[in-house]
């Protein structure tokens, strides 16, 4: 199934995000997360490329198909094509058709720390254009409320993001974000941009010290004042930190659905502890906004003319 199919008869989708064990580790050792997250009834799982420029291709195919043929879910595989070559991708596309995978994350990737890119590639949408040409899959694209780290503005942002969005992005996944109302004025740039496929917002929940480091060298997000007291008054209490950051985001995400996201998409860190409680928290919300577009749709249209 194509996940934009998923959008067009869904007002907000839910969905996940999981990282492949690391080659040495045997793939038996994520069936547990997966069953535990299958039991939260995402519409799909996003399958990462491996952060911080790691080569993971191998184990995003394998738990991709694993994701599709065991736990009958919708897998999302990441492809980054940074330093590849066009056969390098055009290989991957074929193992990831072969294993019935229908969606692509397609990013451009992590800069090597020499920071040389080799290869033919320097942005996203010249990979979005390669994977079209067949038109084999499904193609979501990454966007950035406050910015690309590179981008010199938002409007450069905003250009690039467009081009991503006209090699033919069925939909977007944001940068994970703690400020819902950088959000909010990012979609309405976007909109005024033309780019009106849907767009879903990631969100991370911040469970420890270490996350916001990684966090701050990854993507630089805001960190809000609210956020900050959050990380300051519970930081030496991890059980206690973890219940605030959980907090945050339900309260985050309780926020986006009252204002009409498309979408939510779960940074989970492969926790499905993490993952159930925030999913228990919001079920009802998505259900009734959910069971109310299903009735508009099937209601019948009346005769103006009688």
Partial sequence: MRIKDIFETKQ???SLE????????AIENIYQTLAELKDIDPDYISVTYGAGGAIKKNRTVELSTLLKEKYDIEALAHLTCINSSPQNIDRIMTELKNNKIENILALRGDKPISGEIQGDYTHAWQLI???KQSNDFGVAAACYP??????????????HLKYKVEAGVDYLITQMFFDNSLFYRFREQANNYGIKIPIEAGIMPVINKKQVGKIIELSGAYFPEKFKRIMLKYQDNPVALQDAGIAYAIEQIVDLISSEVDGIHLYTMNNPYVA???KSAVGSLISHINGLKN???NSPSLDKEH
Avoid: C, T
């Avoid at 981008?151 to 905003?158: I, K, R, S, V």
């Fill in 12 to 14: 907000v989708v839910f």
């Fill in 18 to 25: 999981v990282f492949p064990p690391s080659p040495e580790v």
């Fill in 129 to 131: 254009e390669q994977i």
């Fill in 146 to 159: 406050e910015g690309h780290l590179e981008a010199q503005n938002m409007q450069e942002d905003l250009n």
């Fill in 276 to 278: 159930k409680r925030i």
């Fill in 295 to 297: 009735r508009q749709k």
